[in-house]
């Protein structure tokens, strides 16, 4: 984990170093600041350094989640994204327990009465939903919800917020995110009940669920107890990799439907090149990211013997 998140931090911080510029830059249109305050400024921030002198002193302070100090707010990095980090992890769990609480009974359903109607609905919406690109499928929402009303736009809590009780403000948060978690979860879901039915009818014609079934065993036991055990370790695989394409799909939904998270911080970052906000971003995502991964193959070792009997194979080669 450790070399990855270094990896990851030095090929960001160089290619945004390319970049032609930097944010002094802009303040050298300025008339009003003199060459000597750029030159000061420049010694402060440590841009006058070597890139790779840069990187490093930047990686030690980053292991210390120290990240710097933000060019555009005057703030430090780790400050300004406390406050938003929240919202883009509150965004993106909402929308994978979404996805994932109705992929997986819509994907067992399918299974069980293949060829349909139902099924072929199901089959229709999944294909539809997967050619839909998130962002696309964010501007439909948005217009209709500008129209309807039915959803709010923008913010992340009411401004009576402090004046409802708790669980008033529960159900605040749920309906303000209601809208882009939708949008994501519509985009996951769509791919997830196709691997669920796929892998569910594998495994509803494997050996051990015939044997079960020859053994007079109840329907509902066999699909759950052995159908649906066996078919989930693909999507404990695929967990890592959707903690992944939620925190990507997040950062653009929250962009188009103005949602108070790191989607929109990283772009105002990116377009005013502060260098140390877009790390900062880039290396607490990479963590996310990581440690998504590392409890989707925990939970893997845990759901499935085998993989603890190969890991174990493996250390004593």
């Known amino acids: 984990m450790v070399?990855?998140?270094?990896?990851?931090?030095?090929?960001?911080?160089?290619?945004?170093?390319l970049a032609p510029g930097d944010y002094l830059d802009k303040l050298k249109m300025n008339p009003q600041i003199s060459k000597e305050t750029l030159e000061k400024l420049k010694q402060a921030y440590g841009l006058d350094q070597p890139l790779i002198v840069q990187y490093l002193k930047w990686l030690v302070n980053a292991l210390k989640f120290d990240l710097g100090y933000s060019f555009s707010y005057h703030t430090p990095v780790w400050d300004i994204i406390k406050e938003r980090i929240g919202n883009t992890l509150f965004l993106s769990i909402t929308s994978a327990i979404l996805a994932w609480g109705l992929a997986i009974p819509l994907g067992i359903f399918s299974a069980l009465k293949p060829s349909s109607v139902i099924d072929k609905f199901i089959q229709l919406f999944s294909f539809t939903f997967m050619s839909i690109p998130n962002f696309f499928l964010a501007f439909l929402m948005l217009f209709f919800a500008v129209k309807t009303g039915i959803f709010p736009t923008g913010g992340a809590i009411s401004p009576n917020y402090d004046e409802l009780s708790l669980f008033g403000k529960i159900l605040d948060r749920l309906w303000h995110v209601s809208l882009p978690a939708f949008v994501l979860a519509i985009g996951s879901l769509a791919g997830l009940v196709r691997l669920v039915r796929s892998t569910m009818i594998e495994s509803l014609n494997a050996e051990y669920t015939l044997f079960a079934k020859a053994k007079g065993l109840p329907e509902r036991q066999i699909v759950i107890k052995h159908a649906l055990k066996n078919a989930l370790n693909p999507f404990i695989t695929l967990l890592g990799f959707e903690i992944a394409s939620l925190l990507s799909g997040a950062a653009l939904v929250e962009i188009i439907v103005n949602w108070p998270g790191m989607g929109m911080l990283m772009l105002?970052?990116?377009?005013?090149?502060?260098l140390y906000l877009v790390m900062g971003g880039l290396y607490i995502g990479a963590i996310m990211l990581i440690i998504g991964n590392l409890i989707a193959d925990i939970l893997l070792a845990k759901l499935d013997p085998r993989v603890r009997q190969r890991e174990i194979e493996g250390i004593l080669k």
């Open 3 to 17: 070399p990855l998140v270094i990896g990851i931090t030095f090929l960001s911080f160089v290619i945004i170093q």
């Open 268 to 274: 105002d970052a990116v377009l005013s090149q502060d």
